[in-house]
């Protein structure tokens, strides 16, 4: 039953990562990754409420597999932030290469510390 769930969060989080990058690049039309930074930010922040709902003993597996491990994992994606990061520096957009990766890690690190704050808040 588990894979099933992973399977069926990833589908959930593979589209809305899609359709989301779609909206945020159309309505920002620039060349820096917008769409990219907005799901890995949004997915790190889960995740980190995610986490820290666990640490307070209150995740049974099946939710993390649905949620945790399915939909954060095919919300975020690592994948498309690094060729993203190499396009930008190809293209000779450096300041936007260098930005992308500096924002990410930093945003991605500050909002998951945000979601876990959140849930210690909340689940204390």
């Not at 986490?51 to 993390?64: D, N, T």
């Not at 975020?76 to 190809?90: A, D, M, N, P």
């Amino acid at each position: 039953m588990t894979p099933v769930l992973v399977a069926l969060g990833g589908a959930a989080g593979s589209v809305l990562r899609y359709l989301t990058d779609r909206k945020v690049q159309q309505w920002r039309d620039s060349p820096f990754p917008f769409g990219t930074l907005t799901v890995n930010i949004a997915g790190s922040f889960l995740l980190g409420f995610l986490s820290g709902w666990l640490l307070h003993g209150a995740e049974p597996s099946s939710v993390r597999a649905l949620v945790a491990v399915g939909f954060c994992g095919g919300l975020t994606t690592f994948s498309t932030f690094g060729y993203e990061t190499v396009r930008l520096f190809l293209e000779k957009t450096r300041l936007y290469a260098v930005l992308n990766v500096l924002v990410t890690v930093a945003a991605g690190v500050a909002s998951g510390g945000l979601g876990l704050l959140l849930a210690t808040v909340t689940f204390t």
